[in-house]
C-alpha cells in the first residue's frame, strides 16, 4: 500500500528500500551482525547488509530464489530454504542467536492466522539476542490510514492502475494492478495473493506472549521495532 507503481510484485522501490536498509543499520549495535532475513526474496534487504559486512541468513520458501538471492549479494549471504506459515516451520527456523530479525516486504501481510503470527514471533524472541531487534514492515500504520481516508472506497485507486478486494468477514484482500484491474471482477480469483493487514494490537498482542515490546516506529524507514522487555 505505497507509493510505487507496483505494490504486489515489489512492495519496495529503490528509495523505500535504501530506507529501510539504513533504518535496520542504525539499530544494529554492534558489527559485523547477525540478521536473520524472513522472506527474503531474491534479496532486496539482504544485499545491502551483507555487502556491509553483516552476516546475512535469508529464508524463503520459493526455492527458485537461490540463484538470484546468492548472485544480489555476492555469495556472501546465506540461503535456506523454508517456510513459516505453519507452527512446524516456525520451530524449523535457524537457530540463531541473531542480532536483528527481519520481516520486510510485506511478509507478515502474507501470513493470515493469528496462531501463526503468535508462533512466529515466539520463534522469533527464542532466537533474538538479548539485544537484538525484530523489524517489520509498519503495514498497520499505513494500509488503515489510507483506507480510513476513503483512497480505496470504490476499490480501484483514482489513476484507475490498481484495485483492492476484499475477503469477505475479514481484514484481508488481493490486490491487482496493471492489466490484472478489472471493475467486472470483485470476487478474488483461486490463485491470487491475499493479504491481511494487521492492526497493531493483534502484532503487539504477539509480541507480549513472545516476551517482545514495541522499540520503535520508524516512519521514514516505513517499519515497527520490537525488542525483549525488560525484566
Known sequence: MSSHSDSDQSPYDEAETLAQV???????????????????????????LSLAGHHVTGVDRASGHRSEFELSTDAMATFVVGDFSSTAGCRSLPAGPFDAILLLGNTLALIREPGIVRDLFLAVAERLDPEGILVYDDFPFTAWSELAAGNWGEGISEDGSMQMIWIPGEPEFVLRSGDEVDPEAEEPRPEERVLRIWSMAELNDAAELAGLTVGGHDPGASMVVHVHASP
Open 22 to 48: 539504513q533504518g535496520v543499520k542504525a539499530r544494529l549495535i554492534r558489527g559485523p551482525s547477525r540478521v536473520l532475513d524472513l522472506g527474503c526474496g531474491s534479496g532486496r534487504i539482504a544485499r545491502h
